[in-house]
């Protein structure tokens, strides 16, 4: 699998899941500047029209959207990256996906537009803050989001708990989150892949 990335954007979580999967990977870094190149060379805008990280290049095929690309790894080594396939504990675990994806993930999505005025950050902010509150709410007492081991609901909520300092938000005002970061962020894949992004 080819995964095109920018360093500590979304792709973040699927770079994660890949190296807890296993799978063999390559990455190519995608340039969002006037003509959107990624390092080697390639219009990025032909291969996902979309205009967003990640996209996975898999069998000759783009597959994009972080939510399905974790799925996809997770189905690849279900055994490294357990997912409900059944009953309500399925419902409860996409349940969970979407309200990363749709509600945490896509409520700070304009504070990375270009241009965004200063006037409307409080109120962006707001908004999300409220949802790293509910974030709070179900990563208290948890070691992990769903479960007893890790998941791509963790790799995506690793993800978006590294983005809390990106928008200078106060890390302590959340302790489970805080206790969490930490506590992911020393597992050896996540390690890997902040290092291979040069985040690390």
Same mark, same amino acid.
């Given at each position: 699998?080819?995964?095109?990335?920018?360093? @500590?954007?979304?792709?973040?979580? !699927?770079?994660?899941?890949?190296?807890?999967?296993?799978?063999?990977?390559?990455?190519?870094?995608?340039?969002?500047?006037?003509?959107?190149?990624?390092?080697?060379?390639?219009?990025?805008?032909?291969?996902?029209?979309? @205009?967003?990280?990640?996209?996975?290049?898999?069998? @000759?095929?783009?597959?994009?959207?972080?939510?399905?690309?974790?799925?996809?790894?997770?189905?690849?080594?279900?055994?490294?990256?357990?997912?409900?396939?059944? @009953?309500?504990?399925?419902?409860?675990?996409?349940?969970?996906?979407?309200?990363?994806?749709?509600?945490?993930?896509?409520? &700070?999505?304009?504070?990375?537009?270009?241009?965004?005025?200063?006037? !409307?950050?409080?109120?962006?902010?707001?908004?999300?803050?409220?949802?790293?509150?509910?974030?709070?709410?179900?990563?208290?007492?948890?070691? &992990?989001?769903?479960?007893?081991? &890790?998941?791509?609901?963790?790799?995506?909520? &690793?993800?978006?708990?590294?983005?809390?300092?990106?928008?200078?938000?106060?890390?302590?005002?959340?302790?489970?989150?805080?206790?969490?970061?930490?506590?992911?962020?020393?597992?050896?894949?996540?390690?890997?892949?902040?290092?291979?992004?040069?985040?690390?």
């Amino acid at each position: 699998m080819k995964l095109y990335y920018l360093p @500590g954007a979304c792709s973040l979580a !699927a770079h994660i899941a890949a190296l807890e999967a296993g799978l063999p990977l390559t990455l190519e870094l995608v340039s969002f500047g006037a003509d959107g190149r990624t390092a080697g060379g390639k219009d990025y805008y032909a291969i996902n029209p979309k @205009g967003a990280v990640p996209a996975a290049e898999i069998d @000759g095929e783009i597959l994009t959207e972080l939510a399905v690309i974790l799925q996809y790894i997770a189905e690849q080594n279900p055994t490294a990256l357990p997912m409900p396939s059944s @009953g309500m504990a399925k419902w409860h675990f996409l349940e969970t996906l979407n309200f990363m994806t749709t509600e945490v993930h896509k409520s &700070f999505a304009p504070l990375f537009a270009p241009g965004l005025p200063d006037e !409307a950050k409080p109120a962006l902010l707001a908004v999300g803050k409220a949802k790293y509150d509910l974030l709070e709410q179900l990563l208290t007492g948890k070691e &992990f989001v769903s479960g007893d081991s &890790f998941t791509i609901l963790d790799a995506y909520a &690793f993800l978006l708990i590294v983005w809390i300092s990106y928008f200078g938000l106060d890390l302590e005002q959340w302790p489970a989150l805080k206790a969490y970061k930490e506590r992911i962020g020393a597992r050896p894949s996540v390690q890997k892949a902040l290092k291979e992004e040069g985040l690390a």
